[in-house]
């Protein structure tokens, strides 16, 4: 944490003492805390507090432009780390879900590209009302983190759940997301992405309807976590410093491409849809529309996951497999025949994911068998997931 910037949003319940306590441990801990309060904030707990403990300014007034050298909300939104906002009140999840910049800490938070963390903190029946789950579901499905709040009691009298997680299990969270940050420092990670295209002629391809996203998905998260990363896709790559990228289309050039990388790779994720078969002669010209039928003959493509898991490679080896029908059945099958340690199953036939979407729902195998379901979600959460279970499984350090 030593040498972060982080920017504490504070908001109006009972529980802003404990943001107090918080904003000191943090800086002990050798972090640049910033205090952003909501006005309702300050009826609890005077800025003073915080700017003692933080020895910084403590910020509520968007228009309060002390310094004429930087805007500050752009300023401070640039610098940051990570934004957290303790506590979190149902009207600030509100704000946040839909946008809403009516104060400094909404304005910086919309400017900051930071990650955020959230822990709320309100009465049980807040909570639990579908409007305020929702904005919850809304922020988690746009990357943002919560610390759930604990069961215990409450300022208003009830005993339930929206009680404030406590400073210490907020911080470890804090310390064990920036420790994440450099888990994969170092580690040499090999992936494909997208759909191949098996030429006809030199107008025709059969393909397939991948996307390359999921792919490309895992590649950034991986780089943004400290991975040196080899990506080898046949669609348009994400841009990264740490992500060197190969473009190829055809299989065989994939096998190429990934059979020469693969021997210094730490981990190797085959997430391109491959196809299995190609052309058995490609036409040098156009093929004139002739006859009405065509065949065209096909030849197997060899399956480069089974070869990477043959060679006996010190890679840690990720397969993926879309399936139409009895999912964990083939997956496991897959799994076995492919040699790997790790294989991400997605049924296909599903509306709203898989091929194309931004979503996806997978199911993880290993060789002990069903390691994780995931739920519906954005392929960059499900890459941070995936990436999570794959350093897990390595026994890398979180
Ligand atoms: O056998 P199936 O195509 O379903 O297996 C999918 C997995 O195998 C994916 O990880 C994919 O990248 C890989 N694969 C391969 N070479 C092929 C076909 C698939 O490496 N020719």
Redesign the pocket.
């Known amino acids: 944490m030593q040498g972060k910037t982080i920017l504490l949003g504070v908001t109006g319940g009972i529980a802003v003492y404990k943001a107090a306590a918080l904003a000191s441990r943090l800086t002990q801990a050798g972090a640049d805390v910033h205090v952003l309060m909501s006005v309702n904030a300050t009826k609890f707990v005077t800025p003073l507090t915080f700017q003692a403990l933080t020895r910084n300014r403590v910020y509520m007034d968007t228009f309060a432009e002390d310094n004429p050298s930087v805007i500050s909300h752009i300023d401070l939104a640039d610098r940051a780390d990570l934004f957290l906002v303790v506590p979190a009140t149902a009207n600030v999840l509100g704000k946040m879900a839909n946008g809403i910049a009516d104060d400094m800490l909404l304005t910086t938070w919309l400017a900051c590209t930071a990650p955020t963390m959230i822990a709320p903190a309100m009465n049980g029946h807040m909570l639990e009302q579908a409007v305020v789950q929702h904005n919850i579901a809304t922020l988690t499905a746009r990357g943002v983190q919560f610390i759930d709040s604990g069961v215990g009691q409450l300022a208003c009298g009830y005993v339930g759940r929206g009680r404030l997680a406590e400073p210490e299990e907020i911080f470890n969270a804090v310390d064990h997301w920036f420790r994440r940050q450099t888990r994969f420092k170092g580690v040499k990670m090999l992936i494909?992405a997208g759909g191949t295209r098996e030429a006809i002629d030199p107008v025709r391809y059969i393909g397939n309807r991948s996307s390359g996203k999921m792919g490309h998905s895992l590649a950034l998260v991986a780089a943004r976590l400290g991975a040196d990363v080899e990506l080898v896709t046949t669609a348009e790559p994400p841009i990264h410093p740490r992500i060197k990228v190969t473009s190829v289309e055809t299989?065989l050039q994939?096998?190429d491409a990934?059979l020469e990388r693969s021997e210094i790779a730490d981990v190797i994720i085959?997430?391109?849809?491959?196809?299995?078969y190609r052309a058995a002669t490609v036409h040098e010209q156009k093929r004139k529309k002739e006859g009405d039928s065509w065949t065209i003959e096909l030849v197997k493509?060899?399956?480069?996951?089974?070869?990477?898991g043959a060679a006996g490679l010190s890679a840690y080896l990720?397969?993926?497999?879309?399936?139409t029908e009895r999912l964990h059945e083939?997956a496991l099958a897959?799994l076995q025949?492919?040699q790997?340690h790790m294989?991400i199953a997605n049924d296909v036939s599903q509306a709203d994911v898989g091929f194309s979407s931004d979503s996806n729902q997978v199911s993880v195998f290993t060789r002990n068998g069903l390691l994780f379901e995931s739920s519906v979600t954005t392929k960059m959460q499900l890459a941070e997931q995936l990436l999570d279970l794959i350093a897990d499984e390595k026994g890398m350090d979180a």
């Open positions: 494909t299989a994939m096998r990934v085959m997430c391109a849809a491959i196809a299995d493509n060899p399956d480069i996951l089974s070869e990477l990720v397969g993926f497999a879309a399936e083939h897959k025949r492919k790997c294989l």
